[in-house]
Protein backbone atom coordinates (compact mmCIF):
# COMPACT_ATOMS: atom_id res chain seq x y z
CA UNK A 1 0.00 0.00 0.00
CA UNK A 2 1.81 2.80 -1.48
CA UNK A 3 -0.20 6.12 -1.41
CA UNK A 4 0.44 10.22 -1.61
CA UNK A 5 1.21 11.54 2.39
CA UNK A 6 -0.11 12.65 4.31
CA UNK A 7 -2.52 9.61 4.73
CA UNK A 8 -4.48 7.58 7.09
CA UNK A 9 -5.97 4.20 6.36
CA UNK A 10 -9.51 2.90 7.62
CA UNK A 11 -10.48 -0.45 7.45
CA UNK A 12 -13.99 0.09 6.18
CA UNK A 13 -15.66 3.01 4.57
CA UNK A 14 -17.91 4.26 7.90
CA UNK A 15 -15.20 6.98 8.99
CA UNK A 16 -16.77 10.42 7.95
CA UNK A 17 -14.40 11.42 5.33
CA UNK A 18 -15.09 14.99 5.66
CA UNK A 19 -13.04 15.05 8.96
CA UNK A 20 -10.13 13.29 7.30
CA UNK A 21 -9.77 15.74 5.02
CA UNK A 22 -10.46 18.57 7.43
CA UNK A 23 -7.69 17.57 9.70
CA UNK A 24 -5.41 17.33 6.45
CA UNK A 25 -5.25 13.94 5.31
CA UNK A 26 -5.86 11.61 2.61
CA UNK A 27 -8.50 8.87 3.29
CA UNK A 28 -7.12 5.18 1.95
CA UNK A 29 -9.61 2.34 2.92
CA UNK A 30 -8.62 -1.48 3.31
CA UNK A 31 -9.65 -3.32 0.05
CA UNK A 32 -9.43 -6.69 -0.81
CA UNK A 33 -7.23 -8.27 -3.57
CA UNK A 34 -6.59 -11.72 -4.94
CA UNK A 35 -2.65 -11.95 -3.85
CA UNK A 36 -1.43 -14.26 -0.78
CA UNK A 37 -1.07 -12.83 2.72
CA UNK A 38 1.41 -14.90 4.31
CA UNK A 39 2.69 -12.62 6.81
CA UNK A 40 -0.81 -12.11 7.82
CA UNK A 41 -2.00 -16.20 7.76
CA UNK A 42 0.87 -16.28 10.42
CA UNK A 43 -1.23 -14.87 12.95
CA UNK A 44 -4.60 -15.06 11.98
CA UNK A 45 -6.94 -17.69 12.07
CA UNK A 46 -8.62 -19.40 8.46
CA UNK A 47 -12.21 -18.21 7.42
CA UNK A 48 -12.71 -15.69 10.36
CA UNK A 49 -10.88 -12.14 9.02
CA UNK A 50 -12.53 -11.38 5.84
CA UNK A 51 -10.03 -10.51 2.65
CA UNK A 52 -9.49 -6.87 3.59
CA UNK A 53 -8.59 -7.52 6.64
CA UNK A 54 -5.98 -10.22 5.97
CA UNK A 55 -4.77 -7.62 3.47
CA UNK A 56 -4.43 -4.85 6.19
CA UNK A 57 -2.86 -6.95 8.84
CA UNK A 58 -0.50 -8.26 5.64
CA UNK A 59 0.49 -4.45 5.14
CA UNK A 60 0.67 -4.13 8.93
CA UNK A 61 3.52 -6.57 9.77
CA UNK A 62 5.23 -5.97 6.68
CA UNK A 63 5.70 -2.30 7.31
CA UNK A 64 3.78 -0.96 4.16
CA UNK A 65 1.89 0.94 7.13
CA UNK A 66 4.85 2.28 8.12
CA UNK A 67 4.03 5.94 7.13
CA UNK A 68 0.33 6.00 7.57
CA UNK A 69 -0.70 8.81 10.14
CA UNK A 70 -3.17 6.46 11.68
CA UNK A 71 -4.70 3.76 11.48
CA UNK A 72 -8.39 3.54 12.27
CA UNK A 73 -10.16 0.99 13.29
CA UNK A 74 -14.31 1.56 13.20
CA UNK A 75 -16.13 -0.58 15.45
CA UNK A 76 -18.64 -1.85 12.50
CA UNK A 77 -18.23 -5.79 12.88
CA UNK A 78 -16.65 -8.32 15.26
CA UNK A 79 -14.29 -8.98 13.20
CA UNK A 80 -12.69 -4.86 12.63
CA UNK A 81 -12.86 -5.15 16.27
CA UNK A 82 -11.06 -8.24 16.78
CA UNK A 83 -8.53 -6.75 13.90
CA UNK A 84 -8.07 -4.23 16.52
CA UNK A 85 -7.14 -5.31 19.42
CA UNK A 86 -4.76 -7.80 17.20
CA UNK A 87 -3.00 -4.79 15.63
CA UNK A 88 -2.47 -3.31 18.90
CA UNK A 89 -1.23 -6.89 20.36
CA UNK A 90 1.20 -7.30 17.08
CA UNK A 91 2.42 -3.80 18.67
CA UNK A 92 3.04 -5.05 22.49
CA UNK A 93 4.76 -7.75 21.43
CA UNK A 94 7.22 -6.62 18.61
CA UNK A 95 5.36 -7.97 15.47
CA UNK A 96 4.96 -4.98 13.94
CA UNK A 97 7.55 -2.65 14.80
CA UNK A 98 6.94 0.02 12.12
CA UNK A 99 2.94 0.65 12.59
CA UNK A 100 0.72 3.97 13.25
CA UNK A 101 -1.06 4.64 16.38
CA UNK A 102 -3.80 2.30 15.94
CA UNK A 103 -7.10 4.52 16.93
CA UNK A 104 -10.71 2.53 17.76
CA UNK A 105 -13.60 4.43 16.29
CA UNK A 106 -16.68 3.04 18.68
CA UNK A 107 -19.68 4.43 15.96
CA UNK A 108 -22.37 2.43 17.19
CA UNK A 109 -25.65 2.14 14.77
CA UNK A 110 -28.47 0.92 17.52
CA UNK A 111 -31.68 3.05 18.25
CA UNK A 112 -31.02 3.43 21.98
CA UNK A 113 -32.04 6.58 23.86
CA UNK A 114 -28.01 7.44 24.40
CA UNK A 115 -26.82 6.40 21.14
CA UNK A 116 -26.79 9.80 19.41
CA UNK A 117 -24.63 11.38 22.30
CA UNK A 118 -22.05 8.54 22.45
CA UNK A 119 -21.71 8.71 18.81
CA UNK A 120 -21.72 12.59 18.75
CA UNK A 121 -18.54 12.00 21.57
CA UNK A 122 -16.80 9.70 19.60
CA UNK A 123 -16.53 11.54 16.55
CA UNK A 124 -15.63 14.53 18.37
CA UNK A 125 -12.50 12.66 19.63
CA UNK A 126 -12.07 10.98 16.07
CA UNK A 127 -11.70 14.81 14.83
CA UNK A 128 -9.91 15.64 18.06
CA UNK A 129 -7.24 12.55 17.32
CA UNK A 130 -6.60 13.58 13.91
CA UNK A 131 -5.84 16.89 14.99
CA UNK A 132 -3.06 16.03 17.05
CA UNK A 133 -1.79 13.58 14.63
CA UNK A 134 -1.21 16.28 11.61
CA UNK A 135 -1.17 19.61 14.26
CA UNK A 136 -4.20 21.03 12.46
CA UNK A 137 -7.25 21.66 14.45
CA UNK A 138 -10.03 22.12 11.47
CA UNK A 139 -12.71 24.91 12.63
CA UNK A 140 -16.64 24.68 12.03
CA UNK A 141 -16.29 26.40 9.11
CA UNK A 142 -13.67 24.52 7.79
CA UNK A 143 -15.86 20.94 8.25
CA UNK A 144 -18.64 22.87 6.97
CA UNK A 145 -16.52 23.20 3.26
CA UNK A 146 -15.25 19.38 3.60
CA UNK A 147 -19.07 18.16 3.93
CA UNK A 148 -20.28 20.68 1.08
CA UNK A 149 -17.79 19.21 -0.90
CA UNK A 150 -18.69 15.36 -0.42
CA UNK A 151 -22.15 15.88 -1.11
CA UNK A 152 -21.61 17.50 -4.43
CA UNK A 153 -19.59 14.21 -4.78
CA UNK A 154 -22.26 12.46 -3.76
CA UNK A 155 -24.60 13.91 -5.97
CA UNK A 156 -22.61 12.93 -8.59
CA UNK A 157 -22.23 9.34 -7.45
CA UNK A 158 -26.06 9.59 -7.06
CA UNK A 159 -26.35 10.50 -10.71
CA UNK A 160 -23.78 7.32 -11.92
CA UNK A 161 -26.28 5.23 -9.67
CA UNK A 162 -29.88 6.60 -11.31
CA UNK A 163 -28.04 5.49 -15.19
CA UNK A 164 -28.43 1.70 -13.34
CA UNK A 165 -32.09 2.01 -12.66
CA UNK A 166 -34.77 0.72 -14.70
CA UNK A 167 -32.84 0.87 -17.58
CA UNK A 168 -29.53 0.39 -16.95
CA UNK A 169 -27.02 1.62 -19.45
CA UNK A 170 -23.61 0.49 -17.82
CA UNK A 171 -22.32 -3.01 -16.75
CA UNK A 172 -21.70 -3.02 -12.67
CA UNK A 173 -18.45 -4.56 -13.16
CA UNK A 174 -17.57 -1.33 -15.01
CA UNK A 175 -19.39 1.05 -12.71
CA UNK A 176 -18.23 -0.30 -9.36
CA UNK A 177 -14.85 1.09 -9.10
CA UNK A 178 -16.14 4.73 -10.34
CA UNK A 179 -18.35 4.38 -7.17
CA UNK A 180 -16.23 3.04 -4.94
CA UNK A 181 -13.81 6.26 -5.90
CA UNK A 182 -16.12 8.38 -3.39
CA UNK A 183 -14.23 7.18 -0.69
CA UNK A 184 -10.61 8.07 -1.21
CA UNK A 185 -10.62 10.77 -4.32
CA UNK A 186 -10.57 14.38 -4.17
CA UNK A 187 -14.62 15.55 -4.04
CA UNK A 188 -13.37 17.91 -6.47
CA UNK A 189 -11.70 15.44 -9.03
CA UNK A 190 -14.74 12.95 -8.02
CA UNK A 191 -17.07 15.23 -9.61
CA UNK A 192 -15.30 16.28 -12.47
CA UNK A 193 -14.71 12.18 -13.05
CA UNK A 194 -17.82 11.24 -11.89
CA UNK A 195 -20.07 13.63 -14.58
CA UNK A 196 -18.18 13.19 -17.55
CA UNK A 197 -18.67 9.27 -16.76
CA UNK A 198 -21.97 9.81 -16.18
CA UNK A 199 -22.67 12.13 -19.43
CA UNK A 200 -20.65 9.56 -21.26
CA UNK A 201 -22.82 6.49 -19.80
CA UNK A 202 -26.12 8.79 -20.22
CA UNK A 203 -25.67 8.56 -24.78
CA UNK A 204 -25.14 4.63 -24.34
CA UNK A 205 -28.21 2.38 -25.51
CA UNK A 206 -29.88 0.42 -22.08
CA UNK A 207 -28.08 -3.05 -22.29
CA UNK A 208 -30.11 -6.05 -22.92
CA UNK A 209 -29.97 -9.06 -20.24
CA UNK A 210 -31.58 -9.95 -16.88
CA UNK A 211 -30.82 -7.07 -14.24
CA UNK A 212 -29.35 -8.63 -11.05
CA UNK A 213 -29.32 -7.59 -7.81
CA UNK A 214 -25.50 -8.43 -5.51
CA UNK A 215 -26.39 -8.67 -1.89
CA UNK A 216 -25.60 -10.37 1.55
CA UNK A 217 -22.51 -9.61 2.59
CA UNK A 218 -21.01 -6.58 0.94
CA UNK A 219 -18.09 -6.54 -1.72
CA UNK A 220 -15.33 -4.25 -2.13
CA UNK A 221 -14.23 -5.51 -5.70
CA UNK A 222 -16.28 -6.28 -8.68
CA UNK A 223 -14.99 -10.28 -8.84
CA UNK A 224 -18.33 -11.19 -8.78
CA UNK A 225 -19.79 -8.96 -10.98
CA UNK A 226 -17.76 -10.11 -13.73
CA UNK A 227 -18.71 -13.51 -12.74
CA UNK A 228 -22.52 -12.41 -13.17
CA UNK A 229 -21.45 -10.34 -16.08
CA UNK A 230 -19.98 -13.03 -18.11
CA UNK A 231 -23.23 -15.12 -18.22
CA UNK A 232 -25.19 -12.10 -20.32
CA UNK A 233 -26.51 -10.59 -17.06
CA UNK A 234 -26.09 -6.59 -15.57
CA UNK A 235 -25.45 -6.53 -12.04
CA UNK A 236 -28.16 -3.14 -11.70
CA UNK A 237 -27.45 -2.89 -7.64
CA UNK A 238 -25.04 -4.00 -4.56
CA UNK A 239 -25.65 -4.01 -1.08
CA UNK A 240 -22.87 -2.07 0.74
CA UNK A 241 -20.77 1.14 0.92
CA UNK A 242 -18.57 0.63 -2.57
CA UNK A 243 -21.28 0.21 -5.05
CA UNK A 244 -24.84 1.49 -4.82
CA UNK A 245 -24.53 2.58 -1.29
CA UNK A 246 -21.32 4.62 -1.46
CA UNK A 247 -22.98 8.19 -1.69
CA UNK A 248 -26.04 7.47 0.68
CA UNK A 249 -28.04 10.92 1.27
CA UNK A 250 -26.30 14.28 1.83
CA UNK A 251 -25.08 16.09 5.43
CA UNK A 252 -26.89 18.39 6.91
CA UNK A 253 -24.61 21.72 6.70
CA UNK A 254 -25.68 23.26 10.21
CA UNK A 255 -24.13 24.93 13.29
CA UNK A 256 -22.96 21.43 14.92
CA UNK A 257 -21.31 19.87 11.74
CA UNK A 258 -19.66 17.06 14.03
CA UNK A 259 -22.97 16.16 15.10
CA UNK A 260 -24.41 16.02 12.06
CA UNK A 261 -21.69 13.58 10.50
CA UNK A 262 -22.15 11.52 13.42
CA UNK A 263 -26.03 11.23 12.38
CA UNK A 264 -24.88 10.75 8.88
CA UNK A 265 -22.88 7.72 9.42
CA UNK A 266 -24.77 6.42 12.03
CA UNK A 267 -28.22 6.13 9.76
CA UNK A 268 -25.76 5.24 6.08
CA UNK A 269 -22.58 3.14 7.29
CA UNK A 270 -23.47 0.22 5.58
CA UNK A 271 -21.87 -3.23 7.33
CA UNK A 272 -22.07 -5.89 9.65
CA UNK A 273 -24.06 -3.70 12.59
CA UNK A 274 -26.34 -1.79 10.23
CA UNK A 275 -29.92 -2.71 11.54
CA UNK A 276 -30.94 -5.61 9.95
CA UNK A 277 -34.60 -4.29 9.22
CA UNK A 278 -32.85 -1.13 7.37
CA UNK A 279 -30.95 -3.43 4.94
CA UNK A 280 -33.67 -5.92 4.69
CA UNK A 281 -36.33 -2.97 3.27
CA UNK A 282 -33.17 -1.47 0.91
CA UNK A 283 -33.03 -4.71 -0.83
CA UNK A 284 -36.70 -5.62 -0.60
CA UNK A 285 -37.37 -2.24 -2.38
CA UNK A 286 -34.81 -3.26 -5.06
CA UNK A 287 -36.95 -6.48 -6.19
CA UNK A 288 -39.21 -4.87 -8.43
CA UNK A 289 -36.60 -3.62 -10.62
CA UNK A 290 -34.58 -6.80 -10.76
CA UNK A 291 -35.11 -10.32 -12.62
CA UNK A 292 -32.65 -12.35 -10.49
CA UNK A 293 -30.63 -12.28 -6.76
CA UNK A 294 -26.98 -13.59 -6.03
CA UNK A 295 -26.48 -13.73 -2.39
CA UNK A 296 -22.83 -13.62 -1.14
CA UNK A 297 -22.24 -15.46 1.79
CA UNK A 298 -17.77 -15.97 2.01
CA UNK A 299 -16.45 -18.10 4.77
CA UNK A 300 -15.61 -15.41 7.25
CA UNK A 301 -19.59 -14.74 6.99
CA UNK A 302 -21.22 -14.74 10.83
CA UNK A 303 -23.83 -11.83 10.20
CA UNK A 304 -25.49 -11.59 7.13
CA UNK A 305 -26.00 -15.82 6.27
CA UNK A 306 -28.62 -15.04 9.43
CA UNK A 307 -30.95 -13.09 7.16
CA UNK A 308 -30.78 -15.36 4.16
CA UNK A 309 -33.65 -17.42 5.53
CA UNK A 310 -36.22 -14.77 5.08
CA UNK A 311 -35.27 -13.49 1.78
CA UNK A 312 -35.24 -17.18 0.42
CA UNK A 313 -38.79 -17.04 1.28
CA UNK A 314 -39.31 -13.91 0.14
CA UNK A 315 -37.30 -14.67 -3.56
CA UNK A 316 -39.64 -17.72 -3.44
CA UNK A 317 -43.08 -16.20 -2.87
CA UNK A 318 -41.96 -13.49 -5.45
CA UNK A 319 -40.73 -16.39 -7.74
CA UNK A 320 -37.26 -14.52 -8.42
CA UNK A 321 -34.58 -16.69 -9.26
CA UNK A 322 -31.49 -16.43 -6.85
CA UNK A 323 -27.98 -18.28 -6.08
CA UNK A 324 -26.13 -18.10 -2.81
CA UNK A 325 -22.43 -18.23 -4.03
CA UNK A 326 -19.87 -19.01 -0.71
CA UNK A 327 -16.54 -18.31 -2.07
CA UNK A 328 -14.43 -15.99 -1.20
CA UNK A 329 -15.71 -12.83 -3.57
CA UNK A 330 -12.06 -12.05 -4.51
CA UNK A 331 -11.17 -15.56 -5.48
CA UNK A 332 -12.45 -17.23 -9.18
CA UNK A 333 -15.84 -18.87 -8.99
CA UNK A 334 -15.33 -22.57 -9.64
CA UNK A 335 -17.01 -24.33 -12.79
CA UNK A 336 -20.08 -25.43 -10.19
CA UNK A 337 -20.23 -21.49 -9.27
CA UNK A 338 -20.39 -20.58 -13.26
CA UNK A 339 -22.90 -23.87 -14.25
CA UNK A 340 -25.38 -22.29 -11.12
CA UNK A 341 -24.84 -18.90 -12.52
CA UNK A 342 -25.75 -20.28 -15.95
CA UNK A 343 -28.48 -21.79 -14.58
CA UNK A 344 -29.83 -18.72 -12.59
CA UNK A 345 -29.35 -16.65 -15.51
CA UNK A 346 -30.94 -18.49 -17.69
CA UNK A 347 -34.16 -18.94 -15.41
CA UNK A 348 -34.13 -15.29 -15.12
CA UNK A 349 -33.90 -14.30 -18.87
CA UNK A 350 -37.18 -16.28 -18.91
CA UNK A 351 -38.80 -13.96 -16.00
CA UNK A 352 -37.20 -10.65 -18.00
CA UNK A 353 -39.31 -11.48 -21.01
CA UNK A 354 -42.20 -12.36 -19.20
CA UNK A 355 -41.73 -9.29 -17.62
CA UNK A 356 -41.04 -7.19 -19.91
CA UNK A 357 -41.20 -8.43 -23.52
Not at 37 to 44: K, S
Not at 350 to 355: H, I, K
Amino acid sequence: MRVQEPYVVASWPSVPVEIVRAAGFRAVMARGAPDPTPAADAHLEPSIFPNRLRHLVEDAVTGRLSRAARIIIPRTSDTDYKCFLYLREFVRRGVATALAPIVLFDLLQSRGADVRNHDVARTRALLDELASGSGRMPSSDDLRREIARANAARAAARRLVSLRRTAPRVAGNEIFPLLAAFWEMEPDRYVEMASDAASRIAACPPLAGPRVLLTGAPVDGQTLHEAIESHGAVVVAEVGPWGSGAAGDDVRIDDDPVAALADKYRADAIGARTPVDSLRRWTESMLDEVDAVVVSLPPDDAVFGWDYPALRDVLQARRIPHLCLRCDPYDTPTPADHAALGAMVSAASRLQEARHG
